[in-house]
């Protein structure tokens, strides 16, 4: 990883559950692509976060290789960003012990990830599940960032990371970077292809509801056919076409028109013509990506060097804000 001291740093992990979807990638991994020139970039697969959901060990295990790769096929670049796999750097689980005594009940019973997944998966409500929020911050805090570029979704996680560091830092000395949330204008609430009102996400049971990283081109062309929009036929962003919003907004993402000249482009022209061009626009952008996972995932060897790299690397940054905290609580320091 570079390190030029002036540059800020920035920290942004994702689950490997299932394949990415395009409201992970316009969210958050394309923008990690980006950012790596302005910033120290640290990115991690939170695998831990993972199993807050049961997953089956053989599918788990080739999910985050996959993961892994496509990350890198987006073009995550090893050589500029420091890019782990979370398991693989204990010092996370060690500093989520110690943030959740410093989190509040009340604190956790109010995210509404926990919410919602508790509801969604009524059969294993379990403890990780309600105090992923303090794991969340032990990734964060461990870096000393200054930003954590997320989607929309991941805010509230990020207001409680800030608490948790403040109460820190006010409880003892000032310790922690209070890190604040990058989160983009345009691409940071992709929403649902079937259900416009509600966030596009792989977990969603109507495949043609999100559009995956992995899909064939036939696949993501019939889900931008069918998505859902209204019934008025005039390309333009307003109030309650919150189908037409989204599609304007991943084409916007896609081929860097802004809405002005998008609604230029289809004056006259039905959703038909529109949806075709916002499909083809996704295929385009996919094509090399999909061409790189594929060589990538052939050479295991070479995914295995760089995790196996990145983790002593993310260590040795974390273990030192780890010792400080350690040592701030009171814990006799290990000779
Ligand atoms: P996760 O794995 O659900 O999602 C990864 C990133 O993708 C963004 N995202 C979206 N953005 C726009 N539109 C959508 N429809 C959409 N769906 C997902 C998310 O906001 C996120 O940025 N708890 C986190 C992972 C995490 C993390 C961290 C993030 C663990 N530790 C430390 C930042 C810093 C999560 O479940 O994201």
Redesign the pocket.
């Known amino acids: 990883m570079e390190s030029i001291e002036k540059k800020k740093r920035i920290?942004?992990?994702?689950?490997p559950?299932g394949v990415f979807?395009l409201?992970?990638y316009?969210?958050?991994?394309k923008r990690f692509v980006e950012l790596q020139d302005e910033y120290e970039c640290v990115y991690?697969l939170?695998d831990l976060?993972a199993i807050t959901v049961r997953q089956e060990a053989a599918a788990f295990r080739k999910t985050i290789l996959s993961s892994y790769a496509l990350m890198l096929a987006i073009g995550i670049d090893p050589q500029k960003s420091l890019f782990f796999i979370q398991s693989q750097v204990p010092e996370h689980s060690q500093m989520a012990w110690v943030l959740n005594c410093y989190t509040q009940f009340g604190e956790l019973s109010r995210m509404t990830?926990f919410k919602d997944k508790s509801a969604a998966h009524t059969d294993n409500v379990n403890a990780g599940l309600f105090t992923?929020p303090s794991?969340?911050a032990a990734?964060?805090l461990l870096y000393n960032a200054e930003y954590?570029?997320?989607?929309?979704?991941?805010k509230q996680?990020i207001e409680l990371t800030r608490n948790i560091a403040e109460r820190f830092n006010a409880t003892y000395s000032p310790t922690f970077v209070v890190p604040e949330p990058l989160i983009a204008a345009k691409?940071?609430?992709?929403?649902s292809l079937q259900n416009p009102t509600k966030?596009?996400?792989k977990s969603d049971e109507n495949v043609n509801a999100f559009v995956s990283l992995l899909d064939s081109p036939d696949d993501i062309m019939r889900k931008f056919k069918r998505a859902v929009t209204d019934s008025e036929a005039k390309v333009y962003c307003a109030e309650g076409k919150d189908g037409i919003n989204n599609l304007m907004e991943i084409y916007s993402l896609m081929t860097g028109l802004d809405f002005a000249a998008i609604e230029k482009e289809f004056e006259g022209k039905g959703y038909g013509d529109f949806k075709v061009a916002v499909g083809e626009s996704v295929v385009e952008k996919l094509r090399p990506i999909q061409e790189n996972y594929k060589k990538l995932l052939a050479d295991k060897a070479y995914l295995e060097d760089c995790f196996s790299k990145s983790a002593p690397e993310a260590s040795s940054i974390a273990r030192k804000t780890l010792s400080k905290v350690m040592k701030k609580v009171g814990f006799l320091p290990k000779k």
């Open positions: 920290v942004s992990l994702i689950q559950t979807t409201g992970n316009l969210g958050a991994l991690g939170a976060h990830q992923y794991l969340m990734d964060i954590v570029p997320v989607g929309h979704d991941q996680h691409g940071s609430r992709i929403k966030k596009m996400s």
